[in-house]
């Protein structure tokens, strides 16, 4: 119990101070959740909401999903997360989320304790609660648990995974109390008499086998399989498997992003004391608790053949970067999305064998990336999507084929505002292309030669790609019945298609490429002439079980 209830209170979002990913800068921004709810009760897709940039597993089954790294413990599904601040500090016991749009992908929420510097789980669930069927709004309110300090910053994260569609919310509330619980110290001593230790001796024959029989190579395969805290919790339980656990080959693939709100030095000194010879490392999220020296220190001495490195989101400045090229000279996949305090990517033409490389996010230039490309002639996926808008993209595009003629999958969404027929005409020499997501680049906006020659490159490259498995169109208004057409005869291989807000395509336009496209199994054709159509969908649904189709709904005025 709080010592008064008149010292309640519930605070709305004053400040945002982190997120993992945006669908937008300013509609669809995460800083639309500060304040009062702008949108809630109504249901819908709305710009003034916070959205994040991906949902469902579409992303995860297009070769340009980061590689994973490691085993990640069941417990442990986020993959959204947004850092909100509040006006006052409160002893916190609940927090209220406005959801306007397919709702329940909220699994865990963390508490910022300033006086020791940490992050504690107020509260945690096994995977989100979808509403499949929900139609409406929903203000849910979650419980917190053993919170006893002041706290004015939280953090959701969320398992967007299972969601039908982009999640959205609205607004967020803290609610608690400016004074702190009192503690009941009877009732703890009651609790405390209550609790027995119970013993239990059993007499094992002499001729059965124990766990450490087995042989030690079977163990280390054994280990393989599991997640770096089963891992130690089997080396607490006796001294045998805990020499076991200490076998250096078992933290090869090392997943640190679980452990994002625990992970301090000894973690790295305890790794540099084992030996071990890390070729994969995950450290996405992790940007406290350690220090940059002693993370840099244990790259030194344990990851001198690293291989794939994460550090999405984890604060990290450019010239520390330059420090860690100069120690993983044999680097292939290297993920820097959302680092926010990177100004300058020069550091990357430090490696020459990078393969996968994202950069969501970031702020790049031109000059920047084409040094990228002609040091690394062999990268295959890029990830350049929300990086501070090109203002001519066309010499990247170029010095892409001209370097990296090899390359599968290319993420730019957002990354300019419109595309010239030079642009479509470099592109299409990007023979292997199999993902492309040109999201929210448009033609030029004319009707004259500009235009006109920019509609017809755009089609002559979608009708010569004939690899591609994913094409994002999205917000492409230009997209039309002939566009659709190619589509259909072109593009046997495609698997997902993004079509939203592309008004002009009709019903027949969806029934020819779905019927065509036999691989198809996603196609968003939200907001098009076609997504209004109610019966069309019904039987789209029933004729084609295969294909997800997405048609979202509005509740604002806005067009494309």
């Given at each position: 119990m709080f010592k008064n209830d008149t010292f309640s209170q519930s605070l709305p979002v004053c400040q945002v101070n982190g997120f993992s990913s945006s669908y937008g800068s300013q509609s669809y921004s995460p800083y639309n959740i500060i304040g009062e709810p702008q949108v809630y009760p109504r249901y819908g897709d709305a710009s003034k909401s916070c959205v994040f940039r991906t949902y469902g597993q579409w992303w995860k089954k297009m070769p340009n999903h980061f590689p994973s790294v490691g085993v990640t413990p069941s417990w442990f599904s986020s993959d959204e997360f947004i850092i909100l601040k509040f006006a006052k500090k409160l002893y916190a016991n609940s927090v209220a989320l406005y959801e306007t749009y397919h709702p329940g992908c909220l699994v865990r929420i963390f508490l910022y304790n300033e006086r020791n510097n940490s992050?504690?789980?107020g509260y945690s669930r096994r995977g989100p609660k979808i509403y499949h069927d929900n139609m409406e709004s929903v203000c849910s309110l979650f419980q917190l648990k053993d919170v006893f300090f002041l706290c004015d910053t939280i953090r959701l994260e969320f398992d967007t995974s299972q969601s039908y569609y982009y999640t959205e919310i609205d607004a967020v509330y803290l609610k608690g109390f400016l004074q702190g619980p009192r503690i009941n110290i009877d009732a703890i001593e009651t609790d405390l008499d209550r609790l027995t230790i119970q013993s239990t001796s059993s007499h094992c024959s002499q001729q059965s086998l124990s766990l450490v029989d087995l042989p030690v190579f079977v163990m280390?395969?054994?280990f393989e399989f599991l997640s770096l805290d089963e891992v130690l919790n089997i080396g607490a339980t006796c001294w045998c498997l805990r020499r076991l656990t200490m076998e250096p080959a078992i933290y090869s693939q090392l997943n640190l992003q679980p452990y994002w709100h625990s992970l301090n030095n000894d973690v790295f000194n305890h790794m540099v004391e084992l030996k071990v010879r890390v070729t994969d490392l995950n450290l996405a999220w992790c940007s406290t608790g350690y220090t940059f020296p002693t993370f840099l220190w244990f790259l030194e001495k344990c990851c001198g053949s690293l291989k794939t490195l994460n550090l999405a989101n984890t604060g990290i400045?450019?010239?520390e970067m330059v420090a860690i090229a100069n120690i993983t000279p044999n680097l292939n996949n290297i993920n820097v999305s959302r680092c926010c305090e990177i100004k300058n990517i020069a550091f990357i033409s430090k490696w020459s064998s990078i393969v996968h490389l994202n950069?969501?996010?970031?702020?790049v230039t031109a000059k920047e990336l084409i040094s990228v490309f002609m040091r690394n002639p062999g990268l295959k996926y890029l990830n350049m999507g929300a990086v501070t808008p090109l203002l001519d993209i066309i010499p990247v595009i170029k010095a892409l084929a001209d370097y990296c003629c090899g390359l599968i999958s290319l993420d730019i969404w957002r990354a300019c505002k419109t595309a010239s027929h030079f642009f479509f005409k470099e592109l299409a020499r990007l023979k292997d292309l199999e993902e492309l997501d040109m999201g929210w680049i448009n033609l030029p906006q004319s009707s004259g030669k500009e235009y006109r020659e920019a509609m017809e490159a755009m089609k002559l490259f979608i009708g010569s790609s004939v690899n591609l498995k994913k094409l994002y169109l999205t917000a492409n208004r230009h997209v039309d019945s002939h566009t659709m057409t190619i589509i259909a005869n072109s593009l046997h291989r495609l698997e997902?298609?993004?079509i939203l807000g592309c008004s002009s395509v009709l019903p027949d336009d969806i029934f020819k490429v779905v019927s065509k496209c036999e691989n198809l199994v996603f196609l968003d054709y939200s907001f098009s002439h076609a997504a209004s159509n109610k019966e069309f969908k019904e039987m789209l649904l029933k004729k084609y079980p295969r294909v997800?189709?997405?048609?979202?709904?509005?509740?604002?005025?806005y067009s494309f």
């Amino acid at each position: 119990m709080f010592k008064n209830d008149t010292f309640s209170q519930s605070l709305p979002v004053c400040q945002v101070n982190g997120f993992s990913s945006s669908y937008g800068s300013q509609s669809y921004s995460p800083y639309n959740i500060i304040g009062e709810p702008q949108v809630y009760p109504r249901y819908g897709d709305a710009s003034k909401s916070c959205v994040f940039r991906t949902y469902g597993q579409w992303w995860k089954k297009m070769p340009n999903h980061f590689p994973s790294v490691g085993v990640t413990p069941s417990w442990f599904s986020s993959d959204e997360f947004i850092i909100l601040k509040f006006a006052k500090k409160l002893y916190a016991n609940s927090v209220a989320l406005y959801e306007t749009y397919h709702p329940g992908c909220l699994v865990r929420i963390f508490l910022y304790n300033e006086r020791n510097n940490s992050w504690r789980c107020g509260y945690s669930r096994r995977g989100p609660k979808i509403y499949h069927d929900n139609m409406e709004s929903v203000c849910s309110l979650f419980q917190l648990k053993d919170v006893f300090f002041l706290c004015d910053t939280i953090r959701l994260e969320f398992d967007t995974s299972q969601s039908y569609y982009y999640t959205e919310i609205d607004a967020v509330y803290l609610k608690g109390f400016l004074q702190g619980p009192r503690i009941n110290i009877d009732a703890i001593e009651t609790d405390l008499d209550r609790l027995t230790i119970q013993s239990t001796s059993s007499h094992c024959s002499q001729q059965s086998l124990s766990l450490v029989d087995l042989p030690v190579f079977v163990m280390i395969k054994i280990f393989e399989f599991l997640s770096l805290d089963e891992v130690l919790n089997i080396g607490a339980t006796c001294w045998c498997l805990r020499r076991l656990t200490m076998e250096p080959a078992i933290y090869s693939q090392l997943n640190l992003q679980p452990y994002w709100h625990s992970l301090n030095n000894d973690v790295f000194n305890h790794m540099v004391e084992l030996k071990v010879r890390v070729t994969d490392l995950n450290l996405a999220w992790c940007s406290t608790g350690y220090t940059f020296p002693t993370f840099l220190w244990f790259l030194e001495k344990c990851c001198g053949s690293l291989k794939t490195l994460n550090l999405a989101n984890t604060g990290i400045s450019d010239n520390e970067m330059v420090a860690i090229a100069n120690i993983t000279p044999n680097l292939n996949n290297i993920n820097v999305s959302r680092c926010c305090e990177i100004k300058n990517i020069a550091f990357i033409s430090k490696w020459s064998s990078i393969v996968h490389l994202n950069i969501y996010g970031l702020d790049v230039t031109a000059k920047e990336l084409i040094s990228v490309f002609m040091r690394n002639p062999g990268l295959k996926y890029l990830n350049m999507g929300a990086v501070t808008p090109l203002l001519d993209i066309i010499p990247v595009i170029k010095a892409l084929a001209d370097y990296c003629c090899g390359l599968i999958s290319l993420d730019i969404w957002r990354a300019c505002k419109t595309a010239s027929h030079f642009f479509f005409k470099e592109l299409a020499r990007l023979k292997d292309l199999e993902e492309l997501d040109m999201g929210w680049i448009n033609l030029p906006q004319s009707s004259g030669k500009e235009y006109r020659e920019a509609m017809e490159a755009m089609k002559l490259f979608i009708g010569s790609s004939v690899n591609l498995k994913k094409l994002y169109l999205t917000a492409n208004r230009h997209v039309d019945s002939h566009t659709m057409t190619i589509i259909a005869n072109s593009l046997h291989r495609l698997e997902q298609l993004d079509i939203l807000g592309c008004s002009s395509v009709l019903p027949d336009d969806i029934f020819k490429v779905v019927s065509k496209c036999e691989n198809l199994v996603f196609l968003d054709y939200s907001f098009s002439h076609a997504a209004s159509n109610k019966e069309f969908k019904e039987m789209l649904l029933k004729k084609y079980p295969r294909v997800s189709f997405k048609t979202s709904f509005t509740i604002d005025s806005y067009s494309f």
